[in-house]
């Protein structure tokens, strides 16, 4: 001891352990333990209620990382907080599909390898990668959650950065057709970085980088699978946006960097909305939009080799570019018609395209006029009691609700182009390559998803994002909402559940042939489901068009969950939609076996209209004192791969309670 606070320990291990002789530990040949100012500001000591402005701080030199008597690393100096020791190694993944070979899959703590101190709220990661049938990879992550400044002004700062890279040697296997495609250059990878900036409540800066290296059109959705089908696009955004009451803000900014998806580069674009503003201070409600921008869109390039990777461009992005500018305007005046809740309504808009799909000026101006109305009627029954369904009184509850809306547009939507988009990368891909196979490059009307978007109202709104999709229509909106609730809980805290729910749904368009395909019924929605008991409920949707080829999508199943330990799901879902004929059996399985011991997922999922098998995966994860241990398999049919994996997680250290893939499993 080398003073109060200054210690210094030779042939030592420290270990987050709670054993007597810990399963895993860090033995180093020397130990230093001193006090250090802590970066950012102070905190409150619990015990003392003093400021706190140091933290107790471990550096080690000749370090062995040890699990049971297995060195397992090595790193000449570690250094980090005693409270967390930044153990070196967040993770360890072996296996094995017929994509990537054998996998080696690695992650370290950079700041206990540097010993960097970070911030609190930081968090800097390396990721070192070897596939056998690929290559080698490297990667970074690095995420913040902190308190700053920027301008002379305080902010809260949160976001991320996560650089990888492979040097591949392999080929792309993107499922049935798609096989064995060639990347276009040895080295691959992408840059994804996003940060949010609150200067203020209400008023915060977006910053986004998304870049593929190389133009790589297929590295996202071969290395990036989940990102990529559910995720964010990529783009490169700078977006600043004030909101205030009922008044928002915003100036938008983004530039392409990857000739293979469809965006607009906006230079800039401002968008200003006013939302149920009193006129004058009558009852008549004022709501606008209003944007104008220099706008550049740019069209997807197709793949090398069209051949084998079939691919149109989608028609409704062109290159055009050019000023575009559009306000649209609203007057409401609702009002109490008895028991009816009535709110009819005019909109109007004008809109501008330097450049429309022909390389001509286009001025759009739009109008509509129509009605909203709802009423809801209720039926109470305190004395419907059964305790096997789990009913303590029960309360039926139902909203009847419509809109006539009567649309006319100056312009056809088919002369101009789609700057704002309405669908992400992995759709816009899907229906590229959809196009030529299906329908031979030419895409019926019934199938454009624009066409769809103007049946199903989504540009009508005055604050539509995508103000482009409206055209000629008249379309009545019917829908009702009922409501079966109960009571559960103690009987002085009993709180009110819905029990079953079931919402109907249908659009009628008068003038069917030019708004429906000849059928003056369409979009028929219906969504319910039972809550048999807090723990099982039956579930059921589906949409429905009656016009010849018109879609039909739909879904049953049954959710039971014994609380936190576990769940089942058993589902069919039938999609039929022209050349589409779709019928899946679905189930996944997860259950903890023992709250400190076992977790088990399995899913499995069959077509019935083509007699396949489309796939499985099964997991059992381990958890122990000081890891978790994963194990999985799983099968993939369109791809037809195979895979094996074995991960080993430490438990230890900030990031052990926290663990994304423990959560997961228990449905945290």
Same mark, same amino acid.
């Given at each position: 001891?080398?003073?109060?606070?200054?210690?210094?320990?030779?042939?030592?291990?420290?270990?987050?352990?709670?054993?007597?002789?810990?399963?895993?530990?860090?033995?180093?040949?020397?130990?230093?333990?001193?006090?250090?100012?802590?970066?950012?500001?102070?905190?409150?000591?619990?015990?003392?209620?003093?400021?706190?402005?140091?933290?107790?701080?471990?550096?080690?030199?000749?370090?062995?990382?040890?699990?049971?008597?297995?060195?397992?690393?090595?790193?000449?100096?570690?250094?980090?907080?005693?409270?967390?020791?930044?153990?070196?190694?967040?993770?360890?993944?072996?296996?094995?599909?017929?994509?990537?070979?054998?996998?080696?899959?690695?992650?370290?703590?950079?700041?206990?390898?540097?010993?960097?101190?970070?911030?609190?709220?930081?968090?800097?990661?390396?990721?070192?990668?070897?596939?056998?049938?690929?290559?080698?990879?490297?990667?970074?992550?690095?995420?913040?959650?902190?308190?700053?400044?920027?301008?002379?002004?305080?902010?809260?700062?949160?976001?991320?950065?996560?650089?990888?890279?492979?040097?591949?040697?392999?080929?792309?296997?993107?499922?049935?057709?798609?096989?064995?495609?060639?990347?276009?250059?040895?080295?691959?990878?992408?840059?994804?970085?996003?940060?949010?900036?609150?200067?203020?409540?209400?008023?915060?800066?977006?910053?986004?980088?998304?870049?593929?290296?190389?133009?790589?059109?297929?590295?996202?959705?071969?290395?990036?699978?989940?990102?990529?089908?559910?995720?964010?696009?990529?783009?490169?955004?700078?977006?600043?946006?004030?909101?205030?009451?009922?008044?928002?803000?915003?100036?938008?900014?983004?530039?392409?960097?990857?000739?293979?998806?469809?965006?607009?580069?906006?230079?800039?674009?401002?968008?200003?909305?006013?939302?149920?503003?009193?006129?004058?201070?009558?009852?008549?409600?004022?709501?606008?939009?209003?944007?104008?921008?220099?706008?550049?869109?740019?069209?997807?390039?197709?793949?090398?080799?069209?051949?084998?990777?079939?691919?149109?461009?989608?028609?409704?992005?062109?290159?055009?570019?050019?000023?575009?500018?559009?306000?649209?305007?609203?007057?409401?005046?609702?009002?109490?018609?008895?028991?009816?809740?009535?709110?009819?309504?005019?909109?109007?808009?004008?809109?501008?395209?330097?450049?429309?799909?022909?390389?001509?000026?286009?001025?759009?101006?739009?109008?509509?006029?129509?009605?909203?109305?709802?009423?809801?009627?209720?039926?109470?029954?305190?004395?419907?009691?059964?305790?096997?369904?789990?009913?303590?009184?029960?309360?039926?509850?139902?909203?009847?609700?419509?809109?006539?809306?009567?649309?006319?547009?100056?312009?056809?939507?088919?002369?101009?182009?789609?700057?704002?988009?309405?669908?992400?990368?992995?759709?816009?891909?899907?229906?590229?390559?959809?196009?030529?196979?299906?329908?031979?490059?030419?895409?019926?009307?019934?199938?454009?998803?624009?066409?769809?978007?103007?049946?199903?109202?989504?540009?009508?709104?005055?604050?539509?994002?995508?103000?482009?999709?409206?055209?000629?229509?008249?379309?009545?909106?019917?829908?009702?909402?009922?409501?079966?609730?109960?009571?559960?809980?103690?009987?002085? /805290?009993?709180?009110?559940?819905?029990?079953?729910?079931?919402?109907?749904?249908?659009?009628?368009?008068?003038?069917?042939?030019?708004?429906?395909?000849?059928?003056?019924?369409?979009?028929?929605?219906?969504?319910?489901?039972?809550?048999?008991?807090?723990?099982?409920?039956?579930?059921?949707?589906?949409?429905?068009?009656?016009?010849?080829?018109?879609?039909?999508?739909?879904?049953?199943?049954?959710?039971? /969950?014994?609380?936190?330990?576990?769940?089942?799901?058993?589902?069919?879902?039938?999609?039929?939609?022209?050349?589409?004929?779709?019928?899946?059996?679905?189930?996944?399985?997860?259950?903890?076996?023992?709250?400190?011991?076992?977790?088990?997922?399995?899913?499995?999922?069959?077509?019935?209209?083509?007699?396949?098998?489309?796939?499985?995966?099964?997991?059992?994860?381990?958890?122990?004192?000081?890891?978790?241990?994963?194990?999985?398999?799983?099968?993939?049919?369109?791809?037809?791969?195979?895979?094996?994996?074995?991960?080993?997680?430490?438990?230890?250290?900030?990031?052990?309670?926290?663990?994304?893939?423990?959560?997961?499993?228990?449905?945290?």
């Amino acid at each position: 001891q080398y003073s109060e606070t200054n210690f210094h320990a030779k042939n030592a291990f420290f270990t987050t352990s709670e054993f007597g002789f810990p399963k895993y530990r860090v033995e180093a040949s020397d130990v230093f333990v001193r006090q250090v100012p802590k970066l950012g500001p102070p905190t409150v000591n619990p015990n003392t209620g003093q400021l706190d402005n140091t933290l107790t701080w471990v550096s080690s030199q000749n370090n062995r990382v040890v699990v049971g008597d297995v060195p397992i690393f090595y790193a000449p100096s570690l250094s980090g907080p005693a409270e967390d020791p930044h153990i070196p190694i967040r993770s360890v993944k072996f296996g094995y599909s017929g994509m990537f070979g054998g996998e080696l899959e690695t992650e370290f703590d950079l700041d206990g390898i540097f010993g960097l101190q970070l911030p609190q709220g930081v968090d800097w990661t390396a990721e070192l990668d070897y596939f056998t049938k690929r290559g080698p990879a490297i990667g970074t992550k690095f995420e913040y959650d902190v308190q700053g400044g920027a301008f002379g002004l305080p902010m809260h700062h949160k976001g991320f950065l996560t650089p990888y890279a492979i040097y591949d040697e392999g080929r792309d296997n993107l499922g049935w057709g798609r096989r064995s495609l060639a990347p276009a250059d040895h080295v691959r990878g992408r840059i994804l970085g996003r940060n949010r900036s609150e200067i203020f409540p209400g008023t915060y800066i977006l910053g986004e980088v998304g870049h593929v290296l190389n133009n790589d059109r297929n590295f996202n959705e071969q290395y990036f699978e989940t990102d990529w089908d559910t995720g964010k696009d990529l783009e490169n955004l700078l977006y600043l946006h004030h909101q205030r009451d009922n008044f928002t803000a915003s100036i938008t900014a983004t530039a392409r960097s990857n000739d293979f998806v469809n965006q607009t580069d906006w230079l800039p674009k401002l968008d200003v909305t006013l939302l149920g503003e009193p006129v004058f201070g009558s009852p008549v409600l004022w709501s606008q939009h209003s944007s104008v921008g220099y706008g550049h869109l740019h069209q997807a390039d197709g793949p090398p080799n069209p051949f084998v990777d079939p691919f149109s461009p989608l028609p409704y992005f062109q290159d055009s570019q050019g000023l575009v500018a559009m306000t649209r305007h609203e007057l409401s005046l609702p009002f109490q018609l008895g028991a009816v809740n009535v709110a009819p309504y005019v909109l109007g808009e004008a809109a501008h395209w330097q450049e429309d799909l022909m390389g001509d000026e286009l001025t759009r101006f739009f109008g509509a006029a129509g009605v909203r109305a709802s009423i809801q009627f209720s039926k109470y029954m305190p004395h419907v009691r059964n305790s096997i369904l789990g009913l303590n009184g029960l309360a039926h509850k139902v909203v009847f609700d419509m809109d006539y809306f009567y649309g006319s547009s100056t312009e056809n939507l088919n002369r101009i182009p789609q700057y704002n988009e309405f669908d992400d990368n992995a759709q816009e891909r899907f229906r590229s390559r959809f196009l030529p196979i299906e329908f031979g490059g030419t895409l019926p009307a019934i199938y454009d998803p624009r066409m769809y978007a103007v049946r199903a109202g989504a540009g009508r709104s005055v604050s539509s994002p995508y103000h482009e999709l409206v055209d000629d229509q008249q379309v009545l909106w019917l829908g009702m909402r009922h409501r079966w609730q109960t009571k559960v809980g103690p009987p002085q /805290q009993q709180r009110v559940i819905d029990w079953m729910e079931l919402d109907l749904g249908t659009a009628i368009f008068p003038n069917a042939d030019r708004d429906n395909f000849g059928e003056e019924l369409g979009l028929v929605t219906g969504r319910y489901a039972w809550h048999v008991s807090p723990r099982t409920s039956l579930l059921a949707n589906g949409i429905f068009d009656v016009f010849d080829d018109g879609q039909t999508v739909w879904n049953v199943g049954v959710l039971s /969950q014994r609380s936190a330990r576990g769940s089942v799901y058993l589902g069919y879902r039938e999609v039929q939609a022209g050349p589409i004929d779709s019928q899946l059996i679905t189930g996944s399985f997860s259950y903890v076996m023992s709250p400190n011991l076992y977790v088990a997922t399995f899913g499995s999922s069959f077509d019935i209209a083509e007699g396949m098998d489309r796939g499985q995966s099964l997991t059992l994860t381990r958890i122990g004192e000081s890891f978790l241990f994963h194990f999985g398999l799983g099968y993939d049919r369109s791809r037809d791969n195979v895979g094996v994996g074995i991960s080993i997680e430490p438990k230890f250290g900030s990031y052990g309670s926290g663990s994304t893939q423990l959560n997961s499993l228990l449905g945290l």
